[in-house]
């Protein structure tokens, strides 16, 4: 056998204080793809930009074709083959697809005048539509970034590493931005380019994606490699266990729901957003005790947007928010929060947390105000702490004291003590958008637990999420959220992967159709 | 009013916009590659008194011998390379040292008056340093014929041709050149410019610099062309006013120079109108009309040059437009009564101007993303 075209052999990588990369051996083959597969933190991306030169390796060796190199910096992985697709898209929005394509190594006519000289962006055009008509990969090179949608976005990132000649590429994270239709695009995209004698490492945390189109799968957990196997050797359940270390629970258990009278009433809802634009257009939602209504959609249809206009956060231009029979459409936020609803919002460092602040003060935030935390105008020591230590005990956050401040704590931490914050009021609604974005397997599980809970005690939940996984496993009924519209409402029971994949693309049912 | 009048105050408004636009391209090439410039103001000032002290001493220690030209380069030589130093201070203090980029300029600022005013207090002052001149007025053949125009823009001294040159270049090598891809993408994502191989730092530190030699040439005009000597505090805040200048322009060279050059009018009114011998009121109607016309070329200018990405509206344009020629037709045709405007008030109308560009007109101007922010290699 020839040798493969990346190995990785003994690569530790410590940053102060944490080793994030410990010992790992790897190996790409040619033609390859090759799951790198880890929770969050387990050292998948870390590992990558070290290959990829961004982070330089304290210790192993790093071989292609078998020979030993030496990656200091982009420009020499770029010279020698290898292209990266970072989660976070390395793409200027303001300039052009041809733009962004030549950064960094640019095209140009006439005279030479070095870096003075006339680029070429005609020629950059001409030099990419190949690869757009063999592996499906079009571009628009004369459009802005910025006007592209983000499966558009991502194939210009995949054209940008090929543009600079790589037969590795890593794609670190791809299908987290896309929908299942999409996503679907970009596996056919990679067998293309396979066939073509490229090889991918292909990051990932979702599991039925790595056994439907990896060749092999290295699974990475606290910066060590816990194994690496095939999809015809491993199961969904085997890869979670290598993944956590312990045997995890992926299906939610949860009891057929019993939906009582509606406590949310949202008619006709309409919100612009800062930029003046109208971003939910004519939104009609019904919330019912003891239901988890999921609303599922690609990020930025207006899932946002509703759910602050339904906290008090952003300004309902038209329409009308009814909590148990009660108008609260414009009241300010602590009004609505004494309405009896919980928010646990998309962004926990910005909204959800004040990272300063320590965790007993957090736990307050909501309620600071009111007994038992103020009496004549002053806090109460004594209730603070003793609320904070019985939330952190009832709500298993890991912490080594109350008065750790909140941005010290892990993600998924954090959003235990959101989730706690949230929670431990008597409440009659639940808003939770994106609740578990970015967290490990272990807090996702304990969290999902904690929403049906609630759920079973008669509170009624708004669960937004663009992860369909978390829908369908969560949500009683399933509204599908399209350019700031409503596209569908349906039971869990009538809802597929399929079906909500196509409504979240925007492909509206005919009522006729079965 | 005869053309006489329009084409003189016109053509002083270019001059009075040269400095303006100088120290606006030297913020534009700092912010462009993500480097906030406060500190023009100081360049400039330094610049202005390295330009005296280097034609000054190269002209005493060449005993007179050589031409005056000559003590005049090497003037403006040792202006770039005096504000070129500072602006390399700037650099190293926020893009090395990571410090506030505002505190840096203000720091910069400050350090420049204290330097010039010293220089001043303890030698030129007290020597009686007399100046060796200005650079003399090149009227270029032919083209300065060409009726109206010839007179306005080719009938000027050296810097202020190089000044239009500049400005071209700039705009070229920012929209068209491989340089002006990466000192753009570092402004904007420098994250992005660092994964395909470029270096970020090494970038900001270059563009800053050259941003000061930008002031410098931009103070050497005050002295070299301008004044004939060196004052203390002799900028009287054009490095502020170029900041205006350059955010106005919407950090492009030739918006820069567009707004730098209504500056340069307001300025050259006020210069105009001291003299006494035309109708006051007219006048600034006349003036106000011109530069409401000039301002909506300005933006349609823009409007052209980005297409699709410019919101403003065409409609408002046209009614800048439409006003501003309803005021000069109101100028030429109606009777006006003389009024006497104080001398102190005239000079105060660049300042003016400023403020209400500032307040009132500039919209939302949009800088590069990452402005401001030190890069940190992950």
Redesign the interface.
Known sequence: MSDPVLRLAGVSKRFPGVLANDNVDFELAKGEIHALLGENGAGKTTLM?VV?G??KHDEGQIFINGQEVEIH???DA?AQGIG?V?QH???????TVA??L?????T?RGPR?G?????DDKKVAEDVKELGEVHGLAVNPGA?VQDLSVGAQQRVEIV?ALY?GADVLILDEPTAVLTPQEAEELFRVMHSLIAEGKSIIFITHKLKEVLEIADRITVLRDGKVAGTTTPSETSESELAAMMVGRDVILQVEKKPAHPGEPVMKIQDLQVRDQREQMVVRGVSLEVRAGEILGVAGVQGNGQRQLVEAITGLAHVEDGHVFVDGKEITNLKPRAITETGIAHVPEDRHKHGLVLAYPLDENLMLQTYYMPPFSKRTFIQPKAVKENAERLIKEYDVRTPSITTHAGSLSGGNQQKVIVARELSRDIRLLIANQPTRGLDVGSIEYIHRRIVEKRDEGVGVLLVSSELDEILGLADRIAVMFAGEILAVMPASEATKERLGLLMAGVQETPAAD | MDTVFFVGILGLALVKATPIAFGAMSGLMCERSGVINIAIEGMMLMGAMMAFLGSVLFDDLTGGNMPQAASLVVGLLAAMLGAGLIALLHAVLSIHYKVDQIISGTVINLLAIGITNFTANAYIDPNGIAGVGVFPVITIPILSKIPFIGPIFFDHAPLVYLMLIMVALLQY?LF????G??T??VG??P????????NVNRRRYINVTLGGLLAGLGGAFLVLESVGRFQKLMTTGRGFIALAAMIFGKWTSVGALGSAYLFGLSEALGVRLQLGDVNELQALALLIGLGLALLALVFAGLKLLRR??DKRPTRAIGIVAIAGLALIGAALFINWPPVEIPIQFLGLLPYVVTILVLAGFVGRAIPP?AIGKPYEK?
């Not at chain 1, 870096?115 to 680029?119: G, K, Q």
């Not at chain 2, 068209?176 to 340089?179: I, N």
């Open positions: 930009n990829y961004l982070y910096d982009p420009n770029l990266m970072h898209f390395m793409l200027v929005p303001v300039m733009e962004n030549m950064l960094g190594h640019e140009t005048l870096s003075l000289s006339d680029l802005l940008k600079r | 090598a068209k050149t491989p340089w891809l990466r753009r993408a904007e994502h994250r992005a410019a660092d994964t395909v191989g470029i699709g990405t993303a992950a």
